[in-house]
């Protein structure tokens, strides 16, 4: 197995080595690729130091498995040239997803539509694969009409540059700006660009990437994105309406058996999920299950997930294991 991790630099790159590190994923050659001002530069992986190269030179050495985290637009550009090369590509930018001959795959629900001509296989945001673990459960036994979702996004889910401008706003620090406004002791309903309608394009991925994920278009998803002052893990609140009623005691029992998914629900001992405790864990956990009182068949739930693991690194690692348990690369 000769993987490259193209963003090994990145917020999603530094989690992906320990990711790899921690799952034993089988390797017998690593390339870790940034952008040309990191080539040379060295990092570690398994108490062995890489030196970090270029997407020309990784491409050239025709790896098995390349992992992108590196933006939109060094996805477009460079997965079709690993593609061409015999390499199978996981993107967990944007780049991809919605392309009718791309699949966007969450392990748990869907790596079954994987086959060996898939050479560019999309990873979910982050905001939308926690979400559908804990739907597409509840999905196949009530049927979804409509979900709306409002999220609480960390700075880590920006990136870097982010963290940086929240870590200096705390020390009182002038610095680079990631986002238009402060992001301490703030909150901005602006997560990614706005797009002509009037939402942002992290709000139209919540929109339309369920529906593919499920393969089903007929139920819908409208969503607020919002980003605050938290370090790591996205919290979403998430009101359902489905077709067919349902029992409470059901709904915790199908989310308590579904695997990746961990229950933290009681009221009367203050447990329910945050982000302090899905830090740095692979689960997606859900908690404040509730009947919505005002509408039929409508359910309330809190969900919370490390967005750098389950939301991207964990979940690419999990396609990339599918595909070797399959023979698929
Ligand atoms: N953060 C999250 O929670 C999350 C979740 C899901 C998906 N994603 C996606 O994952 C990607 C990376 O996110 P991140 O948070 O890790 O960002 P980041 O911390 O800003 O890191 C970006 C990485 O991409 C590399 N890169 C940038 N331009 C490049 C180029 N032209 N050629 C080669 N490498 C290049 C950077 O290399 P240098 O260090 O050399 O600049 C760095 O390794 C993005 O596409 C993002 O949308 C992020």
Redesign the pocket.
Known sequence: MKLAL????????EVMLKVLKERNFPIDELLL??????IGKKLEFNGKKYEVIG?AEAVAAKPNIAIF???????LEWAPKFAAAGTTVID???AWRMEADKKLIVPEINAHLLTKDDKIIA?P??STIQLVMALAPLHKKYKMKRVVVSTYQSV??????AVQQMENEMAGVKGEMAYPYQIHKNALPHCDVFEDNGYTKEEMKLAREPQKILDDSSFSVTATAVRIPTAGGHSEAVNVQFERDFDLADIRRILHETPGIVVQDNPQTNTYPMPIYANDKDDVFVGRIRRDETQQNTLNMWIVSD??RK??ATNAIQIAEYLVSKDLV
Not at 69 to 75: K, P
């Open positions: 193209v963003g090994a630099t990145g917020m999603v790159g690729v940034a952008s040309e001002k990191s997407l985290s590196a933006g939109g637009s060094t996805s967990n930018s944007s990873n945001n982050c880590s889910g920006t990136g870097l540059k967005n750098l939301g991207a």
